[in-house]
């Protein structure tokens, strides 16, 4: 193995007093969702955010000085990138960070804000290394690889001490895998310290790369994905032997789940997490038999999330869960028509969002109009109840997605 405990425990001691050790509580009420007994490593809580730093730094702090005088280049969607541009800046480094075109804008400014020159190139990670490594090539950088390093992935394993050390006797840690260095170092800690441990990776659901090399499969692989962190085409030479021998398990989530993940955390646990931060809820999500009853450790890696996201995907939710409706009326075409409607409305209870009235169709006599009304209700059983009355009005009502109420 490329790494061991030992390698983990000296990461634990370089990066000691410089990377927040991050809280792990209980999380009743998400236990209480999937009937496992849950506890969240909240990784979201360090200074950029994700757990990144800590490879980040105990690669950074391996450096002669020759190297760090030259400067060192990486490329991330965004976490890695902003962990390297922040220590880099700490310890007086030139970071070069290079990020795909499609990375969040919230996670571009934040690398630029620690001091990094960015380099937008390529629509994926790999196309991104690519133009990373030649710039290494050309102007003499130290390259930092975002998982395929011994020094990142043990770096990343101390996260798994510190979990073990508040609950010794979890059974199961939940990981979100994209290039497996946070997954292998867990893993190495983990089960070194307890072998029975069950360590299982939860994947993109269109990234399938580590599900596809361990069961010899050819899943596509491609796609825009809430959780861009772990999007990853390649899984790592290193990281990819660790994950055969340690994990038992890949999970894949899609992107409903991971949404559902990222809403349950901020309404449910009151913190942010981005798609891949949200990856291993996600999984209890999808399979919540596999983890029923276990007593579960997930990892929360990160919170950088843009906000227009994450304010779509609560809107998104709430139409899942039948809370935000919308109807399509047949009404006749007469004065005060609007005004019985929206009474009749505020006697069932809805909050009026928004309204359309289409005169033009042609599926309705002459005399006659669509109406479209989005509302707010308690729960699916309330708009359930708002159908059947305006049905029995004689509306003709018609349930219509909330996207296409105004088309």
């Known amino acids: 193995m490329p790494i061991t405990l030992a390698d983990i425990e000296s990461a634990r001691r370089t990066i000691e007093g410089a990377v927040l050790r991050t809280p792990m509580l209980p999380a009743p009420r998400l236990s209480e969702l999937t009937q496992a007994e849950v506890f969240v490593k909240y990784e979201n809580l360090q200074v950029t955010n994700s757990f990144k730093e800590r490879g980040a730094l105990n690669k950074l702090a391996s450096l002669e000085d020759a190297d760090r005088e030259s400067g060192v280049i990486a490329m991330s969607a965004g976490n890695h990138a902003q962990a390297v541009a922040y220590h880099a800046a700490r310890l007086g480094i030139p970071a070069t960070i290079v990020m795909p075109v499609t990375t969040p804008f919230v996670k571009v400014a934040a690398t630029e804000a620690h001091g990094a020159h960015v380099v937008?190139?390529?629509?994926?990670?790999?196309?991104?290394?690519?133009?990373?490594?030649?710039?290494?090539?050309?102007q003499g950088l130290t390259w930092v690889h975002p998982y395929d390093?011994?020094?990142?992935?043990?770096?990343?394993?101390?996260?798994?001490?510190?979990?073990?050390?508040?609950?010794?006797?979890?059974?199961?840690?939940?990981?979100?895998?994209?290039?497996?260095?946070l997954i292998s170092g867990i893993a190495t800690a983990a089960r070194a310290t307890n072998r029975d441990i069950e360590i299982v990776g939860a994947e993109?659901?269109?990234?399938?790369?580590?599900?596809n090399a361990l069961n010899n499969r050819h899943r596509t692989i491609g796609g825009a994905t809430l959780a861009e962190g772990i999007a990853v085409k390649n899984v790592g030479s290193l990281t990819l032997p660790i994950v055969r021998e340690l994990v038992?398990?890949?999970?894949?989530?899609?992107?409903?789940?991971l949404e559902r993940a990222v809403n349950v955390f901020l309404t449910r646990q009151k913190t942010i997490a981005e798609g891949a931060g949200a990856a291993g809820l996600a999984a209890?999500?999808?399979?919540?038999?596999?983890?029923?009853?276990?007593?579960?450790?997930?990892?929360?890696?990160?919170?950088?999330?843009?906000?227009?996201i994450l304010a779509a995907i609560m809107v998104r939710e709430l139409q899942r869960d039948s809370r935000i409706v919308s109807f399509r009326l047949t009404i006749p075409d007469r004065p005060g028509i609007l005004g019985q409607i929206a009474t009749r409305l505020g006697e069932l209870g809805a909050n009026i969002l928004e309204v359309d009235h289409k005169r033009m169709f042609l599926?309705?006599?002459?005399?006659?109009?669509?109406?479209?009304?989005?509302?707010?209700?308690?729960?699916?059983?309330?708009?359930d109840a708002i159908f059947a009355a305006l049905e029995a009005d004689g509306y003709q009502p018609l349930r219509i997605d909330a996207g296409d109420a105004m088309e």
Request: with cysteine; glycine share 10%.
């Open 120 to 138: 937008l190139d390529g629509e994926t990670l790999s196309e991104a290394q690519t133009r990373a490594e030649a710039i290494a090539d050309e």
């Open 149 to 181: 390093d011994p020094l990142i992935i043990a770096g990343q394993g101390t996260v798994a001490l510190e979990m073990l050390e508040d609950e010794a006797d979890l059974d199961t840690l939940i990981v979100p895998i994209g290039g497996g260095g």
């Open 204 to 211: 993109a659901a269109l990234y399938p790369s580590f599900w």
């Open 248 to 257: 038992s398990d890949v999970v894949l989530v899609d992107e409903a789940h």
């Open 284 to 308: 209890m999500l999808a399979q919540p038999e596999r983890f029923r009853g276990h007593k579960v450790g997930l990892v929360l890696c990160g919170g950088n999330i843009d906000p227009r």
């Open 363 to 383: 599926d309705v006599p002459a005399k006659g109009a669509k109406l479209d009304a989005t509302v707010e209700t308690r729960d699916a059983d309330h708009a």
